[in-house]
């Protein structure tokens, strides 16, 4: 039941057609999972709890950084430094206080995700790598979720609805990921600063339209949309059952699936690894055998100021890697432990063999 409040609160959609009193009701009984909270989760979040949804879980491990604010609206300067799905629900509930938050602040991964999509009816998609989207796929496929899908590229959007009333996933698509690197993301390609917002409100769109059952849902279509030209096509999506049944043999080993080695993320061979703790270790003890490599762009934070260690960013390794010593132990580093697990791939090629990654890189820091 809608209190007073809430009638003046939607009037607008209660006079529509197709939702009304009724409609307003199945929004406000909705429970919706947000996977990320950054460049298509703001959006995505802002308009679902404008719109009423009932019960919104918001799951992000990342934390608010400068470089976050030319696109991620939710968030302002003075939350830099802070998780981002705490300080979105923290927003959000000030924009409509008859909303429900649910907060996550760790990582989403196989050994959570089965359990958490059961207790929402339907997931979005928010993120930015595709071992997450394999993921969050083939968890949506073994709860029986559907799933609406979003990414972004530079100038270009694309949005799609899998699992839907027994229609195509993720996988029927792109069964396969690309090759290591060959996708770079937007940290090092960039994204302009209104695309997140047009493509996320195309996803809430979905969103609503699966919760009110009106409309015609993206299942089976891939909508792809450039602001540039304002030109938006729909590619036609097969349902790839050989696939989706892949998905739901191993239903029993998904909890032990590598994602990360299933989407090219490290390497089949062991690599060694080292935590932010142990790392915080060598660091203080100045140990002359090993040498830090950051591979991260000038601007990232935090810094390390210490003459050991060497700061070539990724797109560079290939042109200025021959100052790294070769005999040292090599620690390298990133934000997040993606692209440093790149760059151990690229100097292992040209022969180096001491090489440690971070784990989960400088963010934890």
Known sequence: MLNKRENIRYS???????????????LKNAKILVI???????????????????????????????????????????????NKATVAATKLMMQNPFVHFDIYENKLTNKN??????NY?????????FSTRYLVNDASIITGKPLVYGAI??????VSVFNYNNGPSYRCIFPDPPKAGSIPNCSKLGVIGVLPGIIGSFMANEAIKIVLKIGEVLSGKLMIHNILNNHSINMNIKKNMNEIQKV??????????DYDLFCNQKDSHSINEITIVELKKIFD??????????????????KMNKQSVINIPLNRIDDEYDIIDINKETIVFCQRGIQSLQCIEILERKGYKNLINLKEGMIKW
């Open 12 to 26: 607008r959609h209660i006079s529509l057609d197709n939702v009304g009193i009724e409609g307003q009701e199945k």
């Open 36 to 82: 990320g909270a950054g460049g298509l989760g703001c959006p995505v979040l802002q308009y679902l709890t404008a719109v009423g949804i009932g019960n919104i879980g918001i799951i992000d491990f990342d934390i608010v950084e400068e470089s976050n604010l030319q696109r991620q609206i939710l968030f302002s300067t003075i939350d830099k430094g802070n």
């Open 113 to 118: 995700a089965i359990e958490l999509f059961e």
């Open 153 to 158: 590229h530079k100038y270009e959007g694309q």
């Open 285 to 302: 003890k100045n140990d002359s055998n090993y040498q830090l490599l950051d591979v991260r762009e000038k601007w990232e934070e935090p």
């Open 248 to 257: 739901i043999d191993r239903d029993l080993e998904f909890k032990e699936f």
């Open 121 to 129: 009816d339907l997931i979005i998609d928010g993120t930015d790598n």
